[in-house]
Each structure stands twice: as structure tokens, then as C-alpha cells.
């Protein structure tokens, strides 16, 4: 068996040769990745089943459990997805510039695969289907390596992509499934081979991978996003938006974490945005300010239950009593510094805030540039947010969970990246290509130039 | 007076103002700079002549004395180029996707500054106009470090540079100017405040920091360009461009290191090439298969001296006798490993290869991935190399000197970087510029489109 070091090696090589491979050829291995997982699907469920069977012998929690599982719908998806991709533009050969530096002497900047990719990602089968075929289709070789609670499934999955990638007569090397957790390691120390890294998981593990390699890493290790309801929010669109973000999958990246209330609006807009939250199931958490301005509004009766607590949230007896009196537990008071905090769960922290420019700070200060939100209709309000959030997203009255590549329609994600330089935001297609440049001339020497016996004329074609 | 991490705190909280000015307002900062450089052309002319007695007295080479100088011909051209950059369009701002994801919900992809550059640049006065230019144009905050050798010459121009954008109205601690050596470590511990690093320099310096920070980094350690002539390459055309990109400016990264000679053609066309490369004052080194053929060429007199040797060369009787029997002596016999090597002088690594394939291999595994090119009249061989070398720049039948930014026509560059993310190549403008997503809407959320009650229609605008 080789070592991941070889491999990377190999594939260092085999990489110029899939990036030369033609989009029919690639689009050709998605298609026959959608045929093989079909006619395999019994022997992949099979794999599946007895992953699951493991995690529960193992103890994992049922919304794990959920993930960890590959069904007859889960495939569907992929094989949907798969063609979905397949129909995309080529990523690959587009001509970005075309200059003509002086007679004779091209400029063309043209996309390239960024080479070779390890991508390693949470326990989750249709992620192995997804990657594979995202790195195809933009012409990357990639090393994968997926959560060890799916190990067999995406060993199933694996063989099958791996068996269609050959037959379309993409490289050999094309890709390879890391199987080992100690081969992560390994990963990192291959930057003379491996051009990117995208690490998926917790914000430790990206953390830990961030820290530990020279090769560049691409992705987020937290998403600590936010919504400022502004002097001008109308309560009506607000108040849903704000339970979806934070409940219709709190375990996601885009989730919101911090609710930020302007002042003028805070003693009648906080109880019942809080009432909608405690409703939907969320623990409250927020400064002695807002906590005490739930508490008067409790005591006077002020708030009223807003009418929309979201539809996702599983309600019950006791939330029903806090949605009547939603308050901050003496517990629950935060201080500063803890607004840094990504609870990934049903927990939100409250602050107050004089406007929109306390706000933006506040986002930039505490945040993870991911992706914040206003919640406003005042154009003036809305554009200085926009403009002054450092964010790979920044939302004007909608949800943050639509921070996602197929919200956007890209088809799919790769990741979402906080960092600034490269891609930013959902990654798609586009953030797996890097460009080239090439000058295609006649014998054209510098020293001509130089001597200004020639000249450049710059002319775009 | 204030440490580097203060200050690259105060930027951080002045980028998101620097990047909302207007395009007038960042021209205006440059015209400013142009004037005022103008205005007090004598205290700056006064100030790099000390500069420049106290390199002579410290015994600095001719060559870097000419490089230190800033004179009227250096501050026409700097006058110049700002003028150039304000004619060039905004790079911020720019719409790169403009999609409708459901009615009333839009998205946009919008360029925007990265936000705070630290740029650590070679000591010659007019890169720190230059740098400073790109940096106000694009709307980021910079920390500027010059070399130390025109310390007094980046002073003066600091001061007026630092006047010109405050009167512009440009936010207080957009630039910053770090002085002392000992900064540069305190900047690379920045990461926090930083956005990016763009390090200029020797390849030891270079190197350094990208090992010391964990800021991203852009730029390029070394510059090992190979010209490869094949089968087919046109003499007439092929030699003055081996010698114009060896010598019209030897110390630059993209000048040619190592010359691959097909062996088809090596009996006559080497000689001819070394031939010219020694008229022109170049040391041959290369395998002792080429060591060997060279003798035998000045052994029966095979070669003839090439028509046009480079018009910046110096020749001299030693080098006429040398051009006469162009060999590479015993000790100038290269091992494998030796090729890897960036002379920055006048040396030249010379191999023979069996073909095009050959060369690739030898280009991507032993060059840095920053220029190549194929002297060819073969149309196939030349999309071959050009498809699978993996640089950033891959040329056909031109000088490599020709990868820079002014010679593309991006106005300016404020370094090449041979990384893969982000800008590749001569970077310009557009290297400094990311992008945020905008997105508008009227209250959606994401539940809606989860349950299936809404659907995205993904609409291009």
C-alpha cells in the first residue's frame, strides 16, 4: 500500500494530464459515476448499513446517526447532482484576457485546475460523491479522505468513482481515498505536491490543519455569524427571519450566533423576537442590558409572542411557558469578550446597540467574517452595513443560512472560505481553477523595449 | 511613537473607510502625491544623495548605486505612472454576478479591497511611490517597509506621500511606514490585523517570511525560468531571444536560468547559442553531455558565432575569444540537483532533452513555476509545453523578461507571485481587490425553500 507521500507525488504528475483532459471526458466520468452508483446501490447500502449499525453500537446521537445514512433518496440527490454538474460551463479554458501587447504578441490569462487538491470532509456519504466530482469536473486531482464514521460506505462509493473516472480514461492517479486518520498527517506535510488544502469539520479540526501545514488551506474554521435589527427593522419580516436563522439548522456554519438590537427599537422589538426564539426551543444568553429589558418587559407584560416562531422548531409545553416570559438566566449574562462564540446549537446572545455604526463594529470586532445580516428599510442603514461589514457575505433581510453554493446556484460547494484572498464565500466550480498566463510571440526580445526601438500598444482583443 | 501591531490595529478599524471612498477621492490622493512630489523634488533629490554617499562609503556595488538613485528622469517616470493609475478603472466596486435566487432575493458578487497589505520591498525609492499607489488606488491600508539603503529617500517620500492622501481626505491611518528591520518580525506576527504579505527581495528573505507568519503570502521565493528549444525552433528567431532573456537584465526573477536544447537539433544549434551567450559575457555550466558536444563543436569548427549577441552586453577581448570556443569548463559540469539553481547573473544551465515531453518534466519538476517558454515553429509542440507546464507564465518565441505587470499592461505590479491562489504572475490591481456577497431581500427565509413551499429559479441579471 503506498503512503500518502507517493502518492501525492504521482499525482503531481498525473495532474497536468487530467488539467489537458477535455470537458467531454471529464462530464463523461460524472456520467458514468451516476450509472455505476445505480447499478451498485445494493452492495453501497449494504456498506452503509452496517457503518450505522456500528455508530449506534458506538452510541452516536440520532441527528448524527441522520447524516451518517445513504438511502435510496440521499442517492437520488447525488445522481441529481451529478447531472446538474455535468450541465455546468467548463471552469477550465476560459479566457479571462486577450491582449495584444504589440504586433505579433499575445497576452491571453486562461483558467487552469489549481492542481492537485486534498479535500477532507465530515462523515457523510453524499460528501464523498460530491467532492469527487467537483474536483473532476474542474480537472484536479484530489486526495480524499471523508469521517471515519462512514469509512465503509465511502470505501463502497470510492471504488465506484475511482471505476468510473478509469473508464472515461481520465489519469490513473486522478484520485485517491485517504483511509486513515493518521494519514491526515501525512497530508499536511506534502506541500511540494499538494496545491490546497479544504478541510471541512470542527472549528478545532480546521484549526488543527490551518496551524500545521505550509500548503494553503481554503475553508472556515468557525462561523460565528450575525443579524442587527436596526432602528427601521419591520418586525413582521424580522422576527421569522431571525428564528430561521438560528433554527433551521443550528449546527451549520451559516447559522446565526449573535442577535444585535438597536436601542430605539430594543423594549418593544427584543421581547417578541425573544419570545419567538424561546419558542422554537432557544436558550437565551445576552448582556445584563438586554437581560434586564426582557425581565421589565415581562414584568409589564409589554411583549407579545410573535406570531411565526419557524417551522422547523419542535415545540412543548415548557418552551411554551418561556416563549409567555422569554428572559436571560443570571447565568446566561455575558460579558464582552464572550460574543466570540459559535454555539452551533439552539443558544443565541443578545446585545443592545446605539445604531447601525455600533453594529458593524461590534460584527467586526467579535465576528468570523462569514456572513451577517441587517434587518432594515432604510436603504441608508442597509448600504453602510454592507459597505463597512468585513464579511464574505453581508445580507440585507433574509435569513444567513442562504449562504450555501446551491442557494447561490453554483451547483454545489466545496466549502465556504473566510479568508479573503483566493475564493471568499460559498466555493464553487470557480474556486477550484486558477489561471495561466500565455504569450505567444514572433522572436520579440525585451532589449527592443528597452531601448524604445519598439513600443507596446496594449490593445484588448 | 506607535509599534506596528497598534498600528496595524488603527488600520484594520480604518480599512472598511478606506475601502468606502469614492474612486475620485483615491485619484485625487494620487494626483496629490504628483504634485507634491514635483513640489519638493529638491529636499528628496538632497535626501537620496546622502542615501547615496553613504551607500558608496559602506562600498555598495555600481550596479545597486544606479538602483538606489532617484533622480529627475526616475521622478518623471514615478509622475508618470501615477498619472497612468488614475486612468485606470476602479478596481472596487466591479460586479462579477448579478443573479436573481428567487424572486426579490438578488444576489451580487462585488470586488472590494482585501483590506490591510503589508508590502516589504527592495531598497529603490521609486517602489515606494509605486507600491503606495497601488495600495490607495485598490483601497487598502498598507504598512510600507523600503530597503534600508535609501532609508532617508523613503522618508522624505513617505512624508509627502502621507500629506497627499490626508488632503485628500483619505482616512488618518491608511498608510503606515515601518522603518527599522527589526518591525518586520512584529509585522509578521500581525495576523490578526493583516490581511496579506507581499515580500520582495532575495529568495533567503523571501522565504523567511513565508516560513515565519501566518499571514497569507503572496509573492515568489525564486525565479528558475527555462527556455526550451526544440526540434523545430527557428535559429534566427530563437537565439536572440536566449540572450535577451539572459542578459537584458540578469538580477531579475524573470530572466532564464537553464536552457533545454532538443537533442535533434543540439549538434548545430548549440553551439551557435553558446556561442552568442559567451560573445555576451555568460558562463556556460551545464551536463557533461553538453560539455562534450561543445568541445567536439570547437573541435572541428562546426559552430559559427551568432549574427546578434544582445545589444546591452559589454564585450570584450575574453569574451570575443570565449564566443570563439564556447565550452563549458570541467568544473562548470552539472549533476542532476545542480539544476534547481537561480544564478541572477550571468550564468546559464544548459541540458540536452530527447523532446518536448522531456522538457515539461524537467521544467515542472526542477523550475519554480514562475516563467517558461518554447522556441518553436512546430504548433503542436508549442500547445503541448504551453498546456502542461505548470507555471505561471508559459510562452512561446519571446524573451521571458517580457512577465511583468507594466509589460502586460496592468500600469504597475506590485509583485509576481508563483502561488496558485489568488493572483498568479505579474500582479496588478486586480490582485488586490477580493470580493464580498451581496444579498437583498424581503424577509425570506430558508425554511420555505427547504419544505419545498418556494423554489430558487436562479435567474442571471
Redesign the interface.
Known amino acids: 500500500m503506498s503512503s500518502i507521500r507517493e502518492e501525492a507525488r504521482r499525482m503531481?504528475?498525473a495532474?497536468?494530464?487530467l488539467?489537458?483532459a477535455p470537458i467531454e471526458q471529464r462530464n463523461a466520468a460524472l456520467e458514468n459515476i451516476a450509472k455505476e452508483l445505480e447499478k451498485h446501490q445494493v452492495e453501497i447500502f449494504q456498506a452503509n448499513a452496517l457503518d450505522l449499525q456500528e455508530a449506534m453500537e458506538e452510541g452516536i446521537a440520532p441527528a448524527i446517526q441522520k447524516r451518517l445514512k445513504y438511502d435510496a433518496v440521499k442517492m437520488r440527490d447525488s445522481i441529481a447532482g451529478l447531472r446538474e454538474l455535468e450541465k455546468l460551463d467548463d471552469p477550465v479554458g476560459q479566457v479571462l484576457l486577450e491582449?495584444e501587447?504589440d504586433e505579433g504578441?499575445v497576452?491571453r490569462r486562461v483558467t487552469v485546475p489549481?492542481?492537485v487538491i486534498g479535500v477532507i470532509f465530515e462523515a457523510r456519504p453524499d460528501a464523498m460523491v460530491q467532492v469527487a466530482s467537483l474536483c473532476i469536473k474542474s480537472g484536479n486531482c484530489a486526495i480524499l479522505k471523508g469521517g471515519k464514521e462512514t469509512a465503509g460506505t465511502n470505501r463502497a462509493l470510492f471504488e465506484i468513482i475511482q471505476k468510473a473516472v478509469l473508464e472515461a480514461g481520465l489519469p490513473e492517479h486522478s484520485l485517491f481515498q485517504a483511509q486513515q486518520h493518521s494519514e491526515i498527517d501525512e497530508l499536511l506535510a506534502c506541500d511540494q505536491d499538494v496545491?490546497?488544502l479544504i478541510p471541512r469539520g470542527s472549528n478545532r479540526f480546521v484549526r488543527y490543519i490551518?496551524?500545521h501545514t505550509?500548503i494553503?488551506v481554503?475553508g472556515h474554521s468557525s462561523g460565528i455569524c450575525h443579524i442587527y435589527a436596526d432602528e427601521k427593522a419591520?418586525p413582521?419580516?424580522?422576527i421569522?427571519?431571525i428564528?430561521?436563522?438560528k433554527t433551521?439548522?443550528p449546527a451549520a456554519c451559516n447559522a446565526v450566533e449573535t442577535l444585535l438590537v438597536n436601542r430605539q427599537i430594543a423594549g418593544k422589538f427584543l421581547p417578541k423576537a425573544a419570545s419567538a426564539l424561546a419558542k422554537a426551543g432557544v436558550r437565551l444568553r445576552g448582556t445584563k442590558e438586554a437581560a434586564e429589558l426582557l425581565e421589565r418587559a415581562a414584568d409589564t407584560g409589554l411583549w407579545r409572542a410573535a406570531a411565526n416562531p419557524?417551522?422547523?422548531a419542535e415545540t412543548n409545553h415548557a418552551t411554551e411557558e418561556s416563549a409567555k416570559r422569554p428572559r436571560i438566566a443570571p447565568e446566561d449574562i455575558m460579558d464582552e469578550e464572550d460574543f466570540a462564540t459559535e454555539y452551533n446549537d439552539l443558544v443565541i446572545s443578545i446585545r443592545l446597540v446605539e445604531n447601525v455604526r455600533e453594529a458593524?463594529e461590534h460584527i467586526?470586532s467579535f465576528g468570523s467574517h462569514h456572513t451577517d445580516c441587517i434587518l432594515t428599510e432604510d436603504d441608508a442603514a442597509?448600504e453602510y452595513f454592507?459597505?463597512?461589514?468585513?464579511?464574505?457575505?453581508?445580507?440585507?433581510?433574509?435569513?444567513t443560512?442562504?449562504?450555501d453554493g446551491y442557494?447561490?446556484?453554483f451547483g454545489a460547494e466545496v466549502g465556504i472560505s473566510t479568508?479573503?484572498?483566493?475564493a471568499?464565500?460559498?466555493v464553487g466550480l470557480d474556486g477550484l481553477v486558477?489561471?495561466?498566463?500565455?504569450?505567444?510571440?514572433?522572436?520579440?526580445?525585451?532589449?527592443d523595449?528597452?531601448?524604445g526601438k519598439k513600443q507596446?500598444h496594449?490593445r484588448d482583443l
Open positions: 503531481k504528475l495532474a497536468p494530464h488539467a489537458a491582449r501587447l504578441l497576452l489549481i492542481g496545491d490546497l490551518m496551524e505550509k494553503p481554503m419591520d413582521e419580516k424580522a421569522p427571519v428564528v430561521d436563522a433551521q439548522y419557524g417551522e422547523d458593524v467586526n442597509a454592507m459597505q463597512m461589514v468585513d464579511s464574505a457575505g453581508v445580507y440585507r433581510n433574509c435569513s443560512r442562504f449562504a442557494r447561490y446556484g479568508g479573503k484572498l483566493h471568499r464565500g460559498p486558477t489561471y495561466k498566463y500565455r504569450l505567444v510571440g514572433g522572436g520579440q526580445i525585451v532589449a523595449y528597452a531601448s507596446f496594449h
